[in-house]
C-alpha cells in the first residue's frame, strides 16, 4: 500500500441528534465512532471537509487509515459512511480497529485493464458487461491491496470471467468463495451488441431464403 491518511480526531463528550447539529453547523466537524478490537468504543468528531477530500481518493476505501487522537494513533478501516439524503454533506462515520494478527474483510475495488485494446472488443466489436465493480476480500492488515486488476486483454468474445478466475496477491481470499462454488459470480464479460447480433442472425436467414428459391426454380 503506497498511500497513507492521516485522521486528525477530536474526542466527543456530547452525544444526541441536537448536539451532532450543533457540531456540523458551527464546528463544521462530524460525529463518528472508533470501536473493535479488545477497547471499548470512543465517540470522536473529525473535519468534515478533510474527510469528504479524503474520499474523493479510492484509495480511502480500501486502506488501512491512522485516527490520530489526543496524541495517539490507532489503525482502523472505514466500516460505515452515512451521508445526508440530498445535501452534499457527511453526517457520521464507523471506524473498525484492526492489528496485524487479525484479519479484516474489506471491499476493494476492480480495475479493468486492456479493455479498448481487447481483440474482441477492437476487432470484433464486443462489448464488455461488467458486472461486479468491487469484491469483499479476507486478509490480515499488512496484506490488503489497494485494489485488483483484471486484465481484458485475452478475453474471447462471449468468455465471462469469474471470481475465481482473479489474481489475488498473497494471503488474500475473496470472502464469496469461502460460501461454495454457487457464489462463484461473473465479474465481466464480452459480448457482441444486440443490433449486432440481430442482424448477423437476419443476415443468415436472408440467405437460406435465397438458396431455397433458387432450389425451387
Not at 10 to 17: A, E, H, L, V, Y
Not at 112 to 117: A, V
Not at 175 to 182: F, I, K, N, P, R
Not at 188 to 194: E, G, L, M, N, Y
Amino acid at each position: 500500500m503506497s498511500q497513507e491518511f492521516l485522521i486528525e480526531a477530536f474526542p466527543r463528550g456530547d452525544q444526541g441528534r441536537g448536539a451532532s447539529r450543533r457540531l456540523r453547523r458551527e464546528e463544521r466537524k462530524i460525529p463518528a465512532i472508533v470501536y473493535g478490537g479488545k477497547k471499548e468504543a470512543v465517540s470522536i468528531s473529525i473535519w468534515h471537509n478533510e474527510l469528504k477530500k479524503a474520499l474523493e481518493n479510492e484509495a480511502f476505501f480500501s486502506h488501512v487509515l491512522t485516527i490520530e487522537l489526543d496524541g495517539k494513533k490507532e489503525s482502523v478501516i472505514l466500516k460505515d459512511l452515512q451521508r445526508h439524503p440530498y445535501k452534499p454533506l457527511l453526517t457520521h462515520a464507523d471506524f473498525l480497529r484492526v492489528d496485524k494478527d487479525h484479519e479484516i474483510h474489506v471491499n476493494v475495488p476492480l480495475h479493468f485493464l486492456n479493455e479498448d485494446s481487447a481483440p474482441a472488443i477492437k476487432l470484433q466489436g464486443g462489448v464488455a458487461h461488467h458486472q461486479i465493480n468491487e469484491v469483499e476480500v479476507i486478509c490480515l492488515p499488512q496484506n490488503l491491496p489497494e485494489f485488483i486488476e483484471v486484465d481484458m486483454s485475452e478475453v474471447e468474445m462471449d468468455q465471462v470471467i469469474h471470481l475465481s478466475d482473479l489474481k489475488l496477491s498473497k494471503g488474500v481470499r475473496i470472502a464469496a468463495l469461502l460460501q461454495g462454488e454457487d457464489h462463484d459470480l461473473p465479474v465481466v464479460a464480452i459480448h457482441k451488441p444486440r443490433a449486432a447480433k440481430t442482424e448477423d442472425t437476419g443476415e443468415g436467414e436472408e440467405g437460406e431464403e435465397g438458396e431455397e428459391g433458387e432450389d425451387k426454380e
